[in-house]
């Protein structure tokens, strides 16, 4: 029996217990037009594939969830009725707000229209439960490659509800007293290195004494804040996406003295700061994911994540070697398998706790001010559907149901995804925040002057 990670579990919660599911999705746009019996065929692949699964919920307390086969397998590959060339980003917009269910399935869904002016626009969208998104790219590309499972994504706990129901009792049992033990023996290593810190920085503290350093949050709390938005209602995050040539993006890069994944940092700050939600002035930390993912790996969700910390200034803009230098040595720290974090000795006794407690708790999370996903050259194994290769891939994270009012608690600001497919590079950026990217044409304003700052030719979606 295969048992949710804790990071399964995190998206678990937040959409059966926080109401705002996350889903990942994949766009191919094409100037010609994809067989239906090749989208067909597709979809079969991944229907046999690791993303068509469903959670079983643990019958004990204490117990993780465990994965089962999909109680409702995905609806057949749906072919929309052409659309027109102005209406793709609505259409990409209401693919990936379409329910999925991670319980009772289905958890993921494959579509496609035609463009009245010429092409095809197709969507794969997966719920974050059950697979990230390098497993739901893996999924896809493995499927195109004529193959259901992924090498680096193994399809296991499916068992079609084999087990008796007594067996899945005492499995359970079994496993939330195995958590529990986990959960002490995490707390106790957490508590004793507290100790150790305190006396160290007591020590430290006596007998040299230091200034006070800023928080490095850039997220400007001493800035009012305009209101722009509705007071209160659902809200959309506004979202663009563009294209530009691989070639330019790498050009630009080494210009400055800067790598692809720099200058995604570089030219995010920029759409950030040309919002006002942040100045010249702040100091701004900067999230980057990072894939864990390796051949062989059973869990859905193997994403980490490394922070950065931008000086103010906006040095960056002539020179983009210190962003560069600063996330080698995160992503080196990263991967150091010999330091475990007290955020990962925490994580079993994070899981055991009951919904109410996550729900309370999550009144006072936060959202990151400046998020970079760079998934490098990901998009080129995705490129060919039916013998057509496509103008360009995007690949995106979405939460669905929010409103203005979580949006605001939070305190997001720009989540930005990049890849290569080929030729093309494309950068999906996502405004959380409604009063700073309260419109689409807002956004999408903002990230034309980035892409003019260095010297960038924007194709928009």
């Known amino acids: 029996m295969e048992r949710l990670t804790y990071d399964d579990d995190l998206f678990l919660r937040m959409e059966c217990v ?30 046999a594939g690791p993303i068509d699964r469903s959670v079983r919920r643990a019958r004990v307390p204490g117990a993780r969830d465990s994965w089962t086969a999909a109680r409702r397998p995905a609806d057949p590959v749906v072919i929309g009725s052409p659309i027109a060339r102005a209406a793709v ?22 579509s496609a ?23 739901l ?69 006596s007998a040299e004494p230091s200034e006070g350093t800023p928080d490095g949050t850039g997220a400007g709390p001493d800035r009012p804040r305009v209101i722009v938005a509705p007071a209160e209602g659902a809200w959309r995050p506004s979202t663009v996406v563009v294209d530009c040539l691989s070639a330019e993006w790498s050009a630009a890069a080494a210009n400055k003295g800067g790598s692809s994944n720099s200058l995604l940092v570089a030219v995010v700050l920029g759409i950030l700061t040309g919002s ?12 980057l994911p990072v894939s864990t993912r390796t051949a062989g790996d059973r869990r859905a969700n193997a994403t980490s994540g490394v922070s950065i910390h931008v000086d103010p200034g906006a040095a960056y803009l002539d020179d983009l070697g210190a962003i560069r ?54 998009g080129v194994a995705l490129r060919t559907i039916g013998g057509v290769d496509a103008t360009a891939v995007a690949m995106r994270s979405i939460t669905q149901n929010t409103d203005v009012a979580l949006l605001r608690r939070t305190g997001g600001g720009v989540s930005a995804w990049w890849n ?25 304003g903002l990230v034309e002057a980035e892409f003019d700052r260095w010297g960038l030719t924007p194709e928009f979606w």
Do not use: Y
Not at 124 to 134: C, E, K, M
């Open 18 to 47: 926080l109401g705002v599911p996350v889903v990942n999705q994949i766009v191919w746009r094409f100037d010609r037009a994809v067989a239906p019996d090749a989208l067909r065929s597709m979809w079969q692949l991944l229907a």
């Open 325 to 378: 230098a600063s996330s080698k040595q995160a992503f080196r720290t990263q991967a150091d398998r010999t330091v475990t974090t007290t955020f990962e000795l925490l994580k079993p006794l994070m899981q055991l706790l009951p919904d109410a407690i996550v729900a309370k708790l999550a009144a006072s999370g936060s959202a990151p001010l400046c998020l970079c996903s760079n998934l490098g050259a990901r």
């Open 137 to 205: 790219t893996s999924a896809a590309a493995a499927a195109l490659a004529g193959h259901a499972v992924p090498d680096d994504f193994a399809r296991v706990g499916l068992d079609h509800g084999s087990e008796s129901a007594a067996a899945i009792t005492r499995a359970d049992l079994s496993d939330g007293l195995g958590r529990v033990g986990a959960a002490l023996s995490g707390a106790a290593r957490v508590l004793g290195r507290t100790a150790v810190e305190a006396i160290r920085a007591r020590t430290t503290a």
């Open 89 to 110: 980003d609505r259409w990409i917009e209401d693919e990936a707000a379409v329910t999925l269910d991670p319980i009772g399935g289905p958890a993921w869904r494959l």
């Open 420 to 444: 290569e497919s080929g030729e093309r590079a494309t950068l999906c950026v996502t405004g959380l925040d409604p009063d700073s990217f309260p419109s689409k044409e807002h956004l999408r």
């Open 276 to 287: 006002g939600r942040v100045g010249v002035e702040d100091r701004v930390r900067v999230a």
């Open 113 to 135: 229209t035609s463009v009245a002016e010429g092409g095809t626009v197709v969507s794969l969208v997966g719920s974050h439960v059950v697979g990230d998104g390098g497993a």
